[in-house]
């Protein structure tokens, strides 16, 4: 079932289901914090809350957090882990499981995921293992987070020898996304959050993209009602998709749009260059150019997102790389099925086609595309 939008005052809500069993709201709110305790009552009744976020965000919005869960009756744990992707490990998630075992935190008390991304994953698979799984509330503060990895029930930390390798599908029981706590958010992850609102756009939602089109500037200066449009709209598209594939069996894989080049950027810089939006930018840009040049996409398609993603200051182009480390990091990622790699092009804006490539030909032809 497709995700449904309903307007409610300053926020609005748009509700996910997957099945008859698994539902959530996913709450926008303008303002602040304001609502939150009574989300958190609604879908985990109880006395107690334990709240997991990261010093960055625990310093912007820790007290505003905190004050709206006590005024609303609750008990909070507050479990602040240093910000960052070296915090997504099972020994971060061990430390998290001794304070909840230490705390004596019931089934019923739920978590909340206060942060960006890294947060949402740590502490959403530390929800689905205590205790065989607590309710999670994930409260996204990144861009990305808002309209990307808050979304659709994936969980995980990082092994050494990979990224998210250990974790699992666990859906929370509401999302509550307020456009004040992107005010804080550095410049940088904000502009890189837009390359997946970009992406958004031309995976599912023509009016996302031209909305962003007409105005580069004043999406740039963050307007809550700009924003809430376009983070609602951007979300509504990953809603959509994962709707109708939870468990990422098939139609999901369009989600993937720009990613194949981006995630073999970020293995190739060791995960310490390009923030993962920049590099979905350049993995965008360059998906556009070379479904340009094989005829899945017209050239005006492939000059207006490569327009709009260097209008947002984005990169758009990775000059350097190696067919060799492209195509190693394709087979690392699990990309290749025998030899060929399913391939989303942009064919327009607000939708995709897929193609089988072999894995040489399409490293080849990326790093040309992204040269
Ligand atoms: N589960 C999924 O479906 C999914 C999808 C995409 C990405 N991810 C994961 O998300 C992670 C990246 O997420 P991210 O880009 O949000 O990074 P992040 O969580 O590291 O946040 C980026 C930085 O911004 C800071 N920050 C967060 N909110 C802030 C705010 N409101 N004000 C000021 N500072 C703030 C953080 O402390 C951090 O330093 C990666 O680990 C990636 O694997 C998961
Ligand atoms: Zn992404």
């Given at each position: 079932?497709?995700?449904?939008?309903?307007?409610?005052?300053?926020?609005?809500?748009?509700?996910?289901?997957?099945d008859?069993?698994?539902?959530?709201?996913?709450?926008?709110?303008?303002?602040?914090?304001?609502?939150?305790?009574?989300e958190?009552?609604?879908?985990?009744?109880?006395?107690?809350?334990?709240?997991?976020?990261?010093?960055?965000?625990?310093?912007?919005?820790?007290s505003?957090?905190?004050?709206?869960?006590?005024?609303?009756?609750?008990?909070?744990?507050?479990?602040?882990v240093?910000?960052?992707?070296?915090?997504?490990?099972?020994?971060?998630?061990?430390?998290?499981?001794?304070?909840?075992?230490?705390?004596?935190?019931?089934?019923?008390?739920?978590?909340?995921?206060?942060?960006?991304?890294?947060?949402?994953?740590?502490?959403?698979?530390?929800?689905?293992?205590?205790?065989?799984?607590?309710?999670?509330?994930?409260?996204?503060?990144?861009?990305?987070?808002?309209?990307?990895?808050?979304?659709?029930?994936?969980t995980?930390?990082?092994?050494?020898?990979?990224?998210?390798?250990?974790?699992a599908?666990?859906?929370?029981?509401?999302?509550?996304?307020?456009?004040a706590a992107?005010?804080?958010?550095?410049?940088?992850?904000?502009?890189?959050?837009?390359?997946?609102?970009?992406?958004?756009?031309?995976?599912?939602?023509?009016?996302?993209?031209?909305?962003?089109?007409?105005?580069?500037?004043?999406?740039?200066?963050?307007?809550?009602?700009l924003?809430?449009?376009?983070?609602?709209?951007?979300?509504?598209?990953k809603?959509?998709?994962?709707?109708?594939d939870?468990?990422?069996?098939?139609?999901?894989?369009?989600?993937?749009?720009?990613?194949?080049?981006?995630?073999?950027?970020?293995?190739?810089?060791?995960?310490?260059?390009?923030?993962?939006?920049?590099?979905?930018?350049?993995?965008?840009?360059?998906?556009?150019?070379?479904?340009?040049?094989?005829?899945?996409?017209?050239?005006?398609?492939?000059?207006?997102?490569?327009?709009?993603?260097?209008?947002?200051?984005?990169?758009?182009?990775?000059p350097?790389?190696?067919?060799?480390?492209?195509?190693?990091?394709?087979?690392?990622?699990?990309?290749?099925?025998?030899?060929?790699?399913?391939?989303?092009?942009?064919?327009?804006?607000?939708?995709?086609?897929?193609?089988?490539?072999?894995?040489?030909?399409?490293?080849?032809?990326?790093?040309?595309?992204?040269?």
């Open positions: 079932m497709a995700p449904r939008d309903r307007g409610r005052g300053r926020g609005s809500a748009i509700r996910v289901s997957f008859t069993r698994v539902k959530y709201e996913i709450r926008l709110e303008a303002g602040g914090f304001d609502g939150l305790a009574a958190v009552a609604r879908v985990a009744p109880g006395r107690r809350a334990v709240l997991v976020t990261d010093r960055n965000v625990f310093e912007h919005h820790g505003a957090v905190r004050t709206e869960l006590e005024r609303g009756g609750r008990e909070v744990l507050e479990l602040v240093p910000a960052g992707e070296p915090s997504k490990t099972v020994a971060r998630a061990g430390k998290l499981w001794d304070a909840l075992v230490r705390a004596g935190v019931d089934r019923s008390t739920p978590l909340l995921a206060l942060g960006g991304g890294v947060v949402g994953d740590l502490g959403g698979f530390v929800a689905s293992t205590y205790l065989r799984g607590i309710p999670l509330i994930q409260v996204p503060t990144t861009l990305l987070a808002q309209v990307d990895s808050a979304i659709g029930g994936k995980a930390v990082d092994h050494a020898l990979g990224k998210n390798l250990i974790g599908f666990y859906q929370p029981r509401a999302v509550f996304a307020s456009m992107l005010e804080t958010l550095p410049d940088r992850e904000y502009r890189a959050g837009l390359a997946e609102v970009v992406k958004a756009g031309v995976i599912g939602d023509a009016e996302l993209f031209e909305r962003m089109e007409a105005d580069p500037a004043a999406v740039l200066e963050r307007r809550p009602a924003l809430r449009d376009l983070v609602r709209r951007a979300l509504a598209v809603a959509d998709v994962v709707s109708h939870p468990n990422e069996t098939g139609l999901r894989a369009v989600l993937n749009l720009g990613h194949t080049l981006a995630h073999a950027i970020e293995k190739i810089e060791g995960y310490r260059g390009a923030l993962h939006g920049e590099a979905v930018a350049i993995g965008l840009a360059s998906a556009a150019r070379l479904s340009k040049r094989r005829g899945w996409t017209s050239a005006e398609v492939s000059r207006r997102i490569c327009a709009l993603l260097e209008a947002f200051g984005l990169p758009t182009r990775r350097g790389l190696t067919v060799e480390e492209v195509q190693v990091a394709l087979v690392r990622d699990k990309k290749t099925v025998g030899d060929s790699v399913r391939f989303v092009a942009p064919a327009s804006i607000g939708g995709t086609t897929f193609h089988w490539v072999p894995v040489a030909s399409l490293a080849r032809q990326l790093v040309a595309a992204a040269a």
